[in-house]
């Protein structure tokens, strides 16, 4: 049975950084895109950024594109989300999640579709 495990979520200040991790178990990484998603009080789950299976391709939401950095460690089994420059508004629980998903297709994910995995959740909290 595969697990997804995110940690390294916090509270931050405005401009601050936080770094989030997804540990997967039961099942390699390798075969799947991994995505991270997040979804605030009252809004719908987005897609924040995803990876290929080598790590060779990324898409960013417009949002976070020049902030965030997404990479992944097959070897390990991992992946993460540097996130730089952290607003308030990106206050949200983070997602990963593994799906066999075309990047276009991961960035238009918005919930489990029943062919993918999902971790739990990490909360991100940006305020002074």
């Known amino acids: 049975q595969l697990q997804l495990v995110e940690s390294g979520g916090g509270l931050v200040q405005p401009g601050g950084s936080l770094r989030l991790s997804c540990s997967a178990s039961?099942?390699?990484?390798?075969?799947?895109?991994i995505g991270w998603f997040r979804q605030a009080p009252g809004k719908e789950r987005e897609a924040v950024s995803c990876?290929?299976?080598?790590?060779?391709?990324?898409s960013y939401a417009a949002s976070v594109k020049g902030r965030f950095t997404i990479s992944r460690d097959n070897t390990n089994h991992a992946a993460y989300l540097q996130m730089n420059g952290l607003k308030p508004e990106d206050t949200a629980v983070y997602y990963c999640?593994?799906?066999?998903?075309?990047?276009?297709?991961?960035?238009?994910?918005?919930?489990?579709?029943?062919?993918?995995?999902w971790g739990q959740g990490t909360q991100v909290t940006v305020s002074s």
């Open positions: 999640a593994i799906g066999p998903w075309a990047l276009d297709v991961c960035m238009a994910v918005k919930v489990p579709t029943g062919r993918d995995y």
């Open positions: 039961g099942l390699p990484l390798t075969y799947y895109t």
């Open positions: 990876i290929s299976t080598s790590g060779a391709a990324t």
